[in-house]
């Protein structure tokens, strides 16, 4: 079947959420051990955390989950219009300077400035059409996938690509989907025997909430919001050696703002605030993620105690009684609790093949929304929900 159009799974104008995975050209491990050469290219993943942590402070897009694997990534977005609407058009121009700053001469230069940042605002179109891509999901992980590749070639000498291609997108329909999708991308590594426990999992959204509520603090990768003064961005080029300016962009490459979060603060929160309306845009005042919204009814320790049950479930053989509290939550769900072991660890067996993830009602009225009967994987999935 051809690939459905990117205006049919997502748009900039409404909220959704939606699974994109990204995949190393040639499923090489670009991101792991090179299994010809022996060489440990794990260090990458790191910068593909990073560059996400910072998408994620400019972009009117909340990171729900992720996982870096050796040869792909998975990760859930939600884009947020309502959060970009609400910035004026200043935010925005210094929002979208910091990550696309232009051509410039010489990289020491490309910190934008007062008047570069008043220019762009006043050009009205120019700055509608940035409004828009600024929650474009597609415009996020090109954002990502981009300075990676040019990274990587650089380090390795070569040219070429990097990813595959362009990503493959789900789009999530209901809360249902959204557990099982996200508790499939966070128990990626266990899946991939790299570890039975998903606490030792780096490199994984689980992996930073649960850091984050031992106390851990990184230092932040969010880009500074603040353009520099006119005047004092043509001082500095005209009075500091470039050898030194170069030495000061590295610095603040590394950290920015100058502040230390704690390890998931970049994340959107799991859980939903129950004493906030749904329409409201709980808009990020700390300038580390776009919104304050949790995307779950469950608490982050029913969340983890589930994963954390999931990751002991082998694929074959006989899984465990789960126990009746978790039950229930999948209950509550639509979930059927029996399946659930099989639905998160079979996940390619009901979803592999579809751009839709929900339960059958669920995708059955989306199916409807884009003109279909049904979609793809959606009478394999039936098994699974009640």
């Known amino acids: 079947m051809p690939r459905p159009n990117r205006e049919e799974q997502f748009q900039t104008s409404e909220i959704c959420i939606v699974h994109a995975v990204q995949r190393c050209v040639r499923r090489a491990f670009l991101a792991g051990v090179d299994a010809a050469t022996g060489k440990d290219y794990s260090f990458r993943k790191e910068w593909i955390r990073r560059r996400m942590e ?5 972009f009117g897009i909340d990171v729900l989950s992720y996982a870096i694997m050796s040869n792909h990534l998975h990760v859930i977005l939600r884009n947020r219009p309502d959060v970009v609407a609400s910035w004026s058009d200043a935010e925005v121009a210094i929002r979208w300077l910091r990550v696309f700053p232009g051509r410039r001469m010489e990289e020491h230069l490309a910190e934008p400035t007062e008047h570069e940042v008043k220019v762009l605002a006043a050009n009205a179109e120019r700055i509608a059409e940035i409004r828009q891509r600024m929650s474009d999901i597609s415009w996020f992980m090109r954002s990502l996938a981009e300075p990676i590749s040019r990274l990587a070639n650089k380090q390795d000498e070569c040219t070429g690509r990097f990813w595959e291609g362009r ?20 128990l990626n590594p266990v899946r991939a025997a790299m570890t039975s426990d998903p606490d030792k999992a780096p490199h994984t959204s689980a992996f930073d909430r649960i850091q984050a509520g ?12 603040k353009p520099v003064p006119t005047q004092e961005a043509a001082k500095q080029i005209r009075e500091t050696p470039v050898d030194e300016l170069r030495e000061q962009r590295k610095a603040k490459k590394r950290n920015p703002t100058g502040k230390r979060i704690k390890r998931d603060a970049w994340l959107a929160p799991l859980t939903l ?13 700390e300038g580390v993620r776009a919104s304050d919204k949790g995307f779950l009814q469950v608490s982050l320790r029913e969340y983890l105690r589930l994963l954390r049950w999931t990751a002991k479930q082998s694929i074959d053989g006989m899984a465990a009684a789960i126990p009746g509290s978790l039950a229930s939550t999948l209950t509550q769900l639509g979930i059927d609790a029996s399946m659930w ?12 093949k579809s751009s839709c993830v929900g339960s059958p009602d669920s995708m059955r009225q989306d199916a409807e929304r884009c003109g279909k009967h049904h979609h793809q994987g959606q009478a394999s999935a039936s098994a699974c929900f009640i």
């Open 54 to 58: 910072a998408l994620a402070s400019v």
């Open 167 to 186: 990503f493959k997108a789900q789009r999530i329909v209901d809360e249902a989907g959204l557990l099982a999708c996200s508790m499939y991308v966070d």
């Open 214 to 225: 031992q106390g851990q603090r990184i230092e932040s990768a969010a880009f500074d919001l």
């Open 273 to 285: 605030s129950p004493d906030k309306l749904s329409s409201d845009a709980e808009v990020n005042g």
């Open 341 to 352: 072991r099989d639905l998160v660890w079979n996940w390619q067996k009901y979803f592999g």
